[in-house]
Every structure is written in C-alpha cells, then in structure tokens.
C-alpha cells in the first residue's frame, strides 16, 4: 500500500467506527474532564501526593487502554505526577511508528463562582460542546486520539508500525522533564509524533520561540516637591533626582520602535506578519524603592514576554534586544552612566518542522481525506511540548480538536464535532503513517 494514503474503503470504515465510538469519546472525556488536575507547579497551588489529580487522569485513561489491550505503562516521576505510555505494537513488519502525545495538567480554575453551575469540572455536555476544565487543553483532544487508537481496532485494521500513546504531565509549568522527555527517556521513541494541542484542525508544524526578561531602570530618588528641577532644563550639574519610571516608559518606548521594526524584518512562512513581537506584561516600582508617589522612584522594573522566530538562533536575538536598549541608553545622559540591568528568565524554545516533513503531508492527507476539506497548514501561538519531542530527535507536529481562544478560559469547551473529526483524522493519519499489513 502507499506509504501516506488509505484506501477509500478504509477511510470510510475509520470514519464509521469513530461515529459507533462517539458515547465512549464523550464518556471518556467527560470522566477525564471530572478529575480535577490542575498542575501543583502553579503559585497558589500546593504539592501533595494526594492533591494532585495528574496521576489519576492517567490512571483513568490507562484504565481504557488496558480494556483496549494496549500494553500501558504508569509511572510517576514525582509522587502523584504520573506519565502513561500505551503501545498497540505493529502486527507485521515494514513500516513506521508513531505517538500520540498529549498532556493531562491544567491550568487553575479561578473563582469556581463564575463557572457555569459553579463546576469547573463538570464535564457537562450539552448544546455541542464538552464543558469544564481541560476539556479543550487538552483532556478533550486526549480522549479523542485514543478514541483514534479504538477505531483503528475496531475496523480490524494491522498496523506495520508501533502506535504509541501517550498520556504525560507537567506541560502547563513547562515541565517536560517530569512528562513528555521523561517518556522519551524511559524509552519511548517513534519515527515521528503528534501532539494533540486544540488547533482547531489546524496542522502545524511551527511554534514561536517564547522568551521573557526583566529590565530594571535605575534612577535618583528624592522628594517629588523638586520635580521641576530636573524635568525642565536645569542648571543642576548632578540632577537632584531621576525618575525611574519615566526612565523606563523610555525603553518602553524604544522597545515599541523595535518591536515595529521587526514586522518587517522577522518573517517566518508559517506565521501572519507582525506575529514575531516585544510585549511589556508587568511594570512595577520594587517596594525597597519606594511604595508612596510622592517619592521619586530611583527602581523600576518592566517584565517582558517576547515572541521569536522558531528558526532563529536565540542567542543571537537576545543580543540584538540587549543591544537595542543599551544603545538606546546611550541616546540619555543619565542612562548612559546608569544603563539598565537586563536579566533573561524563561526560554520555550520554538518548533519547527519542515512543513513538507512526510508526518505533516500524511497528516494534512488524512485530514483532508476524513474531513472533505483542505487542511490549513500554519503555526501554533503557544508552546508546546512538539518542542520537547524535536529537542529528542522525534519529528513532532501538533494537531487536534479546539480553539485555544477557549482554552484558560472560565467556561472552557471543546466542540464534540471537532473531537470526532480529530478522532477521525488521527486514525487515517496513524493507518497511512504506521502503514496496514
Ligand atoms: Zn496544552
């Protein structure tokens, strides 16, 4: 058979077994939904074996591999944080093999008041969509590929490839050390991957490099009564004092005029323009410089979230940011004697896949094939652990059932049709990949 396309047969008995599943899709991910599995690594959250629900999410989907007679693995590399590997191994010889990766950790729910019913965690299904907590990041995607794993047995298909799932934690905190390159760690390795983050059917082979940094400027500090010696011209030789908080609405400022510049200089085929950017999140005066406005700040700090191209290298980009603002401050008598501290302190490193890499094109196939309509091939704004994957040697794109503008969301809900198109997609893309004996 051809190495990337099902017969029209198959497509269409894949299609009818994921319609016969619909219940047990939507049993499995409402029971999934229902445990409550919010990543302990959040501020405000605490750490027990006991409190955290990751490990039960894995258990209850490793409960339904079992009865599907995959060979699963559980383990916890921390007590309570727990990673399934569920491997359906190839009936014959000869072709390649694949994972199916997902992870099991949330976000924090908020104010459970403002929730419908006041569940986050209802896992209710009604007017078309799956309710709750995770339902769209990423427990509903999740249940669908397994649902994909079913049907494949279901329609009696062999597969001449290794089928892996995978169930891991500690995504949301960027944890992959506990989840996703712990499960490649302890073995588990495929020809190529795909993660079932909600991109709402999209197929995607690239994601963002994300970066953050702190930059603190520094001034003078002194009583506010004598603002109007140093913001007007001033005989002064040494200023009697420096606002830092202007002094950083100034990078701020310059920051703005770079992230312009970049919409014309940073360009990536898979990304929109403009997509690339310098977003300044926190700005805040540190209480040891002072907490009251009638004192002249001589601390102020802006926290940055920043957008790269995936394909560039990262310390090169990080040197043209500093070198931007330090050059900026040199344009300011004051901040050329007082530059600003810059201190990088998160790094999600992108993804990207070649788009004509041979697991993207069979995705695409399969999903044009289940869906009868074009895939839109584009990149994903958030990271993901594709990320992890690539960093291992394992080509991973990402693919599944809904729109992240419902993920972190109060009220958070996945769309059943997109769980059964993604259920439906998967299983011709793991038959066209893996190959049928
Ligand atoms: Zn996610």
Redesign the pocket.
Known sequence: MGDDSVPATLTAELSAAVEELRPELLRLGADVVRIPSVSPTFVGETYTAASTGELKVVQRFAQSAEAAGLKTDVWEEMPGRGNLAAVWPAAAPGGRSLILN??VD?VPPGDTRRWRGGNPFSGDVADGWLYGSGAC??KGPLAAAFIAIRALRKAGVRLKGDLIFEAVTG??MQEAHLGTTATVRRGYRADAAIVV??TNLEVVPAGPSLLRFRLTAFGKACHSTARHRFVHPSADEEPIGVNAVEKAVFFINRLQELEQHWGHTKHHPLFAPGQFSIHPGLIWVPPESTTMPAIVADQCVVDYAIRFPPDRDLEVEKKEVEDYILTAAQLDPWLKAHPPKVEWYFCWPGANLDPEHPIVTTLARAHEAALDRPAPVTAFP?G??ATYLLKEGIPAVVYGAGDLAH?HAVDEKVSVAQLVAEAKTLALAAAAWCGVA
Do not use: C, F, K, Y
């Open positions: 997902g992870h949330t990041d990423m995504e949301e983050e909600p958030a993901t652990d993920a």
